[in-house]
């Protein structure tokens, strides 16, 4: 996983292919993300991978030179597909009016807390891009927007591949009563 160096992925399907265009072996890792080839031909091969599990972009062609009376180690990196999330944060009142510097908790299925992002003057945050999924989103703090209220409501998003997926939070302003005598 080239995001968890500590994940290795088993059942991936490889084409070993030669200068010719030939495919000389077909290759599936192990549950330890592994495959051993023996007795090879010296030369220049392509590393073709031909099936990697649903969550992951397929990795690109790897160019390997086989040499005489010696190992190559050859460390395969595959991405998880990704996609952002974008927050936009508003007045409830007034939907024009965008709050900046609002900070927000990105959270995950397992509960950890992969990014804190931060509205702009544009009341505007997105996150980096991010594995898909389902994240929650929470509100930490309004940063100078005193005039309002915390929004206590933590809301669920679906990420998906490639997409910016937007949710809006809305932030009531502090009210009071106002009582006149005459």
Not at 147 to 152: A, V
Request: aromatic share 6%.
């Amino acid at each position: 996983d080239k995001d968890d160096k500590t994940l290795t992925l088993g059942a991936i399907e490889f084409d070993l292919i030669d200068e010719k265009g030939n495919v000389i072996s077909h290759l599936i890792t192990d549950v330890n993300g592994e495959v051993y080839i023996e007795n090879i031909n010296t030369g220049t091969y392509t590393l073709k991978e031909t099936k990697t599990k649903r969550e992951y972009n397929l990795c690109e062609n790897t160019n390997i030179v086989v040499e005489w009376n010696k190992t190559s180690d050859i460390v395969i990196e595959n991405e998880k597909k990704k996609g952002q999330i974008k927050i936009v944060k508003i007045d409830s009142d007034y939907n024009e009016v965008k709050l900046e510097g609002v900070e927000f908790q990105i959270i995950n299925k397992n509960n950890f807390i992969i990014e804190t992002i931060k509205t702009d003057s544009e009341g505007v945050a997105i996150s980096s891009r991010v594995p898909l999924g389902e994240y929650r989103i929470k509100e930490l703090s309004l940063g100078t927007n005193e005039e309002y209220i915390l929004n206590d409501e933590i809301k669920t998003i679906k990420v998906e591949e490639d997409k910016i997926k937007t949710i809006q939070f809305e932030n009531e302003h502090k009210k009071g009563n106002l009582k006149i005598y005459k």
